[in-house]
């Protein structure tokens, strides 16, 4: 398995977007390509991670954006549903955490499903406030502070 950025606009993009789609918009009975939700226009300058099998298939993605110097907004982290519980999403969230944090990024927020928040607490996440309706699905904001901000 192999950790790696994907770059926009490759097949390796699209492959994530199909996953992105499959995995979080078809079960809510949404379509991530429809534009009646989510905005495809910023996508260029999002940060794009994925993990790959040996022969390059795309099993797992997550993307980033770079909210200011120091603040990044991770989204749309998803596995392959028959890899999921594997340890695939962990290794691919430590080394993108690894991957932002190496760029300068020192704090990082997500909004998390609730059904999904165990994991995001299980990587060193905070929950912060009350839950809150997206998507039609609870979800908590969190974060995570790598170094104490001196501001
Ligand atoms: C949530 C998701 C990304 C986690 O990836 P994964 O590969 O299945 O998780 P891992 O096997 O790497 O699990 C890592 C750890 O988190 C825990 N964990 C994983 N999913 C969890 C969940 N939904 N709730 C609580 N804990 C969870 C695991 O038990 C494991 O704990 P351990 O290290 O103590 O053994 C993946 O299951 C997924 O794509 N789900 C569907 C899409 C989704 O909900 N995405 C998140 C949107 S906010």
Request: a neutral charge.
């Amino acid at each position: 398995m192999q950790y790696q950025i994907i770059k926009y606009g490759t097949d390796a993009y699209t492959a994530s977007l199909n996953l992105r789609h499959e995995t979080l918009r078809v079960p809510l009975g949404m379509d991530l390509f429809d534009g009646s939700y989510d905005d495809l226009s910023n996508e260029a300058r999002y940060f794009h991670f994925g993990a790959f099998s040996d022969d390059g298939e795309l099993l797992a993605s997550v993307l980033g954006i770079p909210t200011s110097t120091k603040e990044v907004r991770i989204k749309q982290m998803v596995v392959s549903k028959t890899l999921q519980n594997q340890g695939v999403g962990k290794r691919l969230f430590m080394a993108f955490e690894a991957f932002l944090l190496n760029l300068g990024f020192k704090e990082f927020i997500l909004h998390a499903r609730m059904t999904a928040h165990g994991f995001y607490l299980n990587m060193g996440y905070q929950i912060l406030g009350d839950k809150f309706q997206e998507v039609g699905l609870d979800h908590y904001k969190m974060r995570k502070t790598f170094f104490p901000s001196s501001d």
